[in-house]
T-cell receptor, first 111, second 114 residues
Framework: LAKTTQPISMDSYEGQEVNITCSHN???????ITWYQQFPSQGPRFIIQ???TKVTNEVASLFIPADRKSSTLSLPRVSLSDTAVYYC????????????FGAGTRLFVKA | NAGVTQTPKFRILKIGQSMTLQCTQD?????MYWYRQDPGMGLKLIYY???????DKGEVPNGYNVSRSTTEDFPLRLELAAPSQTSVYFC?????????????FGSGTRLTVV
């Protein structure tokens, strides 16, 4: 199973673009990459999911290179309310549910 | 929409006691999951279910049991609580498998075993 590695923490300022990279060197063909956001005392919230290339929604973009060994979550113009922990998840649903949550990246957005 | 509802929000158990963590979803999702999250750590999958009557073990199932008699409910049972089970427990659901759908998580149950 693909183990994920993320930076432990990141600091940013309001209005900046933030890029958080997740490494998953052993990702398998059937694995998808999903990112979640978690605020204190709350359950994680789905942000975005992708398999390859680029995916964009109203809150973020996800960049996945051709070898899929890493992925980058891009948050445009962050605000104070984006201060949270961001988890990269690599998961598959063949042969049973195997999910690997990384330790997460603590993003702190400053004014 | 209520989404995924977990009860209770907080609970303190004594070693050896038993309890059931309740989880209900109103989105008609087939897949449901239980995770635990220890302080400063990521989430670990305890059990999951792909539909009513079907459950299977995740990464850390020891000390827990589940049942899925209806699509909506997925309770988690702790039979003999141990301090190692002190954690925050999250229930989640998704419409399909992990391939194409994200999870909807509940707000969690904070359990302390003393």
């Amino acid at each position: 199973l693909a183990k994920t590695t993320q930076p432990i923490s990141m600091d940013s300022y309001e209005g900046q673009e933030v890029n958080i990279t997740c490494s998953h060197n052993n990702i398998a063909t059937n694995d998808y990459i999903t990112w979640y956001q978690q605020f204190p005392s709350q359950g994680p919230r789905f942000i975005i999911q992708g398999y390859k290339t680029k995916v964009t929604n109203e809150v973020a973009s996800l960049f996945i290179p051709a070898d899929r060994k890493s992925s980058t979550l891009s948050l445009p113009r962050v605000s104070l309310s984006d201060t949270a922990v961001y988890y990269c998840l690599v998961a598959r649903n063949t042969g049973g549910f195997k999910t690997i949550f990384g330790a997460g990246t603590r993003l702190f957005v400053k004014a | 929409n209520a989404g995924v509802t977990q009860t209770p929000k907080f609970r303190i158990l004594k070693i050896g006691q038993s309890m059931t963590l309740q989880c209900t979803q109103d989105m008609n999702h087939n897949y449901m999951y239980w995770y635990r999250q220890d302080p400063g750590m990521g989430l670990k999958l305890i059990y999951y279910s792909v539909g009513a009557g079907i459950t299977d073990k995740g990464e850390v199932p020891n000390g827990y049991n589940v049942s899925r008699s209806t699509t909506e409910d997925f309770p988690l049972r702790l039979e003999l609580a141990a301090p190692s089970q002190t954690s925050v427990y999250f229930c989640a659901s998704s419409p399909g498998g992990l391939g194409n759908y994200g999870y909807t998580f509940g707000s969690g149950t904070r359990l302390t075993v003393v």
